[in-house]
């Protein structure tokens, strides 16, 4: 499972209420993800690092932030939560080995916004 | 703008037939493509890849072909499992200065497998 944990699993908010999740992982990889994964859109990418302190956004940013300041640690904030960020997160790493380039996944966080 | 595409939202297999689940793509940078299985309340595990050098991959059951001319790849199970029953995505990652792999991954919608006992 690659080392990853997601924290927490499940959490309900209201709407205008700060959100921080968070991924951590055990292995050291450089590059970490944060998707959403709604019905009829499949997974899609909010934003994505390429080490501590580098980040990027990805295809639905908006209303997101992310930080890593630590390689262990990579952490999504919606600043006000709204109901269409009602949503299941996964956070994922980048693992390339000497046959694969791949991403594995975190077991995800079901966010309900109220 | 949809740059990958599972056309089909379910398919249904009885067990021990071959199931064919099918992607399409539309930016010519992609040139890796990966398949993931996802059961309910999980996270997506990997499946296999293939590189756009190839035109086949193959681990064990599982089977990948690309057809770069027509944008298209597939993933054949055989034989298929009762446990197979998950929904399958498909993405891609287009080259990037780094190289190929899984840098960026853009997702299908998925296609649901059900098999049938």
């Known amino acids: 499972d690659a080392g990853i944990t997601q924290s927490p699993r499940h959490k309900v908010t209201e709407t205008g209420t700060p959100v921080t999740l968070r991924c951590h992982q055990t292995?050291?990889?450089?590059?970490m993800y944060w998707y959403r994964q709604d019905p009829g859109h499949g997974l899609r990418l909010i934003h994505y690092?390429?080490?501590?302190?580098?980040?990027d956004k990805g295809e639905v940013s908006d209303g997101y932030s992310v930080s890593r300041s630590k390689t262990e640690d990579f952490l999504l904030t919606l600043e006000s939560a709204t109901s269409s960020q009602t949503s299941v997160y996964f956070c994922?790493?980048?693992?390339?080995?000497?046959?694969?380039?791949?991403?594995?996944f975190g077991p995800g966080t079901r966010l309900t916004v109220l | 703008d949809q740059q990958v595409k599972q056309n089909s939202p379910s398919l249904s297999v009885q067990e021990g037939r071959i199931s064919i689940l099918n992607c399409d793509y539309t930016?010519?940078?992609?040139?890796?493509f990966l398949w993931y299985k996802k059961y309910p309340a999980e996270g997506p595990t990997f499946l296999i890849s293939?590189?756009?050098?190839?035109d086949k991959n193959e681990d064990g059951r599982f089977t990948v072909f690309l057809n770069k001319s027509a944008k298209h790849l597939s993933l054949h199970i055989v034989p298929s499992q009762p446990g197979d029953s998950a929904v399958y995505f498909c993405?891609?990652?287009?080259?990037?200065?780094?190289?190929?792999?899984?840098?960026?991954?853009?997702f299908g919608k998925g296609t649901k497998l059900s098999v049938i006992p």
């Open positions: 994922a790493i980048r693992y390339t080995g000497a046959s694969t380039d791949t991403q594995y």
């Open positions: 293939i590189s756009s050098i190839k």
């Open positions: 930016n010519s940078m992609f040139d890796y």
């Open positions: 292995e050291n990889h450089r590059y």
């Open positions: 993405a891609a990652s287009p080259f990037t200065y780094s190289g190929a792999g899984s840098y960026q991954l853009t």
């Open positions: 690092s390429y080490g501590v302190k580098d980040t």
